[in-house]
Structure formats: C-alpha cells, structure tokens
C-alpha cells in the first residue's frame, strides 16, 4: 500500500480549475514532485519542489503544500490535460521513494 | 541532453532469469541515484529500488527486497535490474528514472527511460 494519497479520479470542464491533492505524513518533511502520464507513454515531469515547473511545462500547472498535503492545481485545463497523474515523495523514513496512488483527470 | 536508453523488450517464461539495462548519456553517470519503476498492466507507478552508481550504495523498497537485484557498471554508464526466477505476476512495464536532488527535502525524477515491457507467460 502507498503511503502516500490521492484520489482515484477527477472531472473537470473544459478551461475550469482543478487541485489534484497527494496526503501523507512524509510530505511534512519532504516536497513532493507531480508527474503526468498519458496512455503507452513514460510519466513526465510537471512540478518539482516549492512550485517549479521544467521550462516545457505550461504555466497553469502549479504546486503547493499545505501540513500533511501536496496540491497540484491545473488553471484553464485544456483537452490535452486529460492523463493520469502521480505524486512522488520519500517515504516515512527517509531511505525509499513511493509514488502516490495515481488520479485520473478527465477533461469534459 | 541527459538520456536514459533502455533495453528491448522481453518474453519469458516462468523461472526463466532476466537482466535488464539502463544506459545514461548526456551526464555524470556517477553523480546520480538511478531507481527502477515498475507499472502492472493498467496499474499505478511503484518504486522497486534506488542505485547510486558512485558508491552502488543500493536501497529496495521493502515490497521488492530479496524479490530483484539492482546493480550498475558505471565504466558502461548502465544500470541493471535483474530477476533469478521470474513469475507471470513480473508481467510489467518497468522504467529505469534518474533523480535529482539539490536538498535533503527536495528530489525529483528529472529523465525517464522509454520503459522496457516484460512479459512472462508458459
């Protein structure tokens, strides 16, 4: 079982906001990282850090952390948005890496 | 331009043993912890195992310690996930990931391998 959080799926209207949240204990002492993985394709990094994004990424994809909770929030999602998307942290220990257990956006 | 090329897919049978590579270019092979990810059919991301070729100081994931075997030739710039004796639940797309870290609190994967499916079946 994944120590980190999420949940399973999500909707959003086309150009509307939506925040992805990733929970777990660690996250109080580690930045978690977001990856976007569309369909028979490898994940690609969307936010690392703080709030930073590679310089390919679009804008409206931005992070934060709040106690226990990471966020990625997509502003004005866009068709293309549409894929499945992972947290990733250390875990409890400090010593391994675990991926959260993955949310899938729909776009409508 | 950092690179992470892995080997072609395989189809084994049960107790067969495998090894699979991952070949960093573009980058100090030496100066960056290489782990391996596995995604089931249809199912989410799980970290087996990180390397740092450095040291081939080697940590597993609990799930997978005594189940794999991480290693790397760092003269070749390869690292290596290999199994004794596969069962058809290895069937998986595995990825090799290189992470970056600039703090103790801050690591992300920065290059991801193109994956390498294995499937294993009588």
């Known amino acids: 079982s994944s120590e980190l959080t999420q949940d399973p799926a999500v909707s959003v209207a086309l150009g509307q906001t939506i925040r992805i949240t990733c929970q777990g204990d660690s996250l109080r002492n580690y930045y978690a990282s977001w990856y976007q993985q569309k369909p028979g394709q490898a994940p690609v990094l969307v936010i690392y850090?703080?709030?930073n994004r590679p310089s390919v990424i679009p804008d409206r994809f931005s992070g934060s952390r709040s106690g226990n909770t990471a966020s990625l929030t997509i502003t004005g999602a866009q068709a293309e948005d549409e894929a499945d998307y992972y947290c990733n942290s250390r875990d409890s220990s400090g010593r391994h890496y675990v991926f959260g257990s993955g949310t899938k956006v729909t776009v409508l | 331009e950092v690179q992470l090329v892995q080997s072609g897919a395989e189809v084994k049978k049960p107790g067969e043993s495998l090894k699979i590579s991952c070949k960093g270019s573009g980058y100090n092979f030496t100066n960056y912890w290489i782990g391996w990810v596995r995604q089931m059919p249809g199912k989410g991301l799980e970290w087996m195992g990180i390397?740092?070729?450095?040291?081939?100081?080697?940590r597993y994931s609990p799930s997978f310690q005594g189940q794999v075997t991480i290693s790397v030739d760092k003269s070749l710039s390869i690292a290596y996930l290999q199994w004794s004796s596969l069962k058809a639940s290895d069937t998986a797309m595995y990825y090799c990931?290189?992470?970056?870290?600039?703090?103790?609190?801050?690591?992300?994967?920065?290059?991801w391998g193109q994956g390498t499916l294995v499937t294993v079946s009588s």
């Open positions: 390397i740092y070729p450095g040291d081939s100081d080697t």
């Open positions: 990931a290189r992470l970056h870290s600039n703090t103790w609190y801050i690591a992300w994967v920065d290059s």
């Open positions: 850090g703080k709030n």
